[in-house]
């Protein structure tokens, strides 16, 4: 049931909601950025830095002295999180794997129906040198600026949360709830990636 508050309201909730009120109020270590993590779900990724990568501006409004390598030691040394999609390149908890998945399983089963037999050498080939990120084999160990440098996922995540599976319609409504989450309010109109 819908259930309509007041602008002053809704921006009121929105920046406590998202740690944005007062500024920089969580405090500078590694921990607040999987706060923040925990309270959002995901924050969109882009490695390119023009200003700043997008999802360190995103940090740095809400950790005092906030430093980048702390996202990047969680992501690519401790893989506390991972790069997958949710409308966008996004960063999630590597714990929500199982709920993400669901792409991986997609592409893979597409792919190993017809591509990966008609093309089995070049595929193999692929496996040994660049990526099959799509279906789940492959997983980003690191990025050397906008460089992707990949591995196979069972030698990045855990074998106990690569095996866990959860039906498709509970990872795809996990995901489109996820976004919900991330914005912390909706209105009833809104665009479709949303």
């Known amino acids: 049931m819908p259930r309509t508050i007041s602008h002053e309201v809704a921006r009121r909730y929105l920046v406590l909601r998202h740690f944005l009120a007062p500024p920089r109020s969580l405090p500078a270590e590694p921990a607040s950025v999987l706060r923040v993590f925990e309270r959002l779900g995901s924050v969109q990724f882009d490695p390119l830095d023009i200003v700043g990568r997008n999802h ?14 702390w996202t990047d030691d969680l992501l690519y040394r401790e893989r506390t999180l991972y790069e997958t999609y949710n409308k966008g390149l996004s960063l999630v908890p590597t714990s929500e794997l199982p709920w993400y998945r669901v792409s ?26 660049i990526q099959l990120a799509l279906a789940g084999i492959l997983g980003i160990v690191r990025r050397d600026g906008n460089r992707r440098v990949y591995d196979l996922v069972e030698r990045l995540f855990p074998s106990e949360l690569l095996g866990e599976r959860h039906p498709i319609d509970e990872q795809r409504r996990h995901k489109l709830l996820s976004r919900y989450r991330a914005h912390g309010l909706l209105g009833p109109t809104g665009s479709g990636e949303v």
């Open 56 to 69: 360190d501006l995103v940090l740095l409004a809400r950790i005092n002295g906030y430093k980048r390598q």
């Open 104 to 129: 991986w399983d997609l592409y893979r089963e597409r792919f190993e129906k017809a591509t990966f037999q008609e093309h089995e050498a070049l595929v193999n080939e692929l496996l040994e040198r």
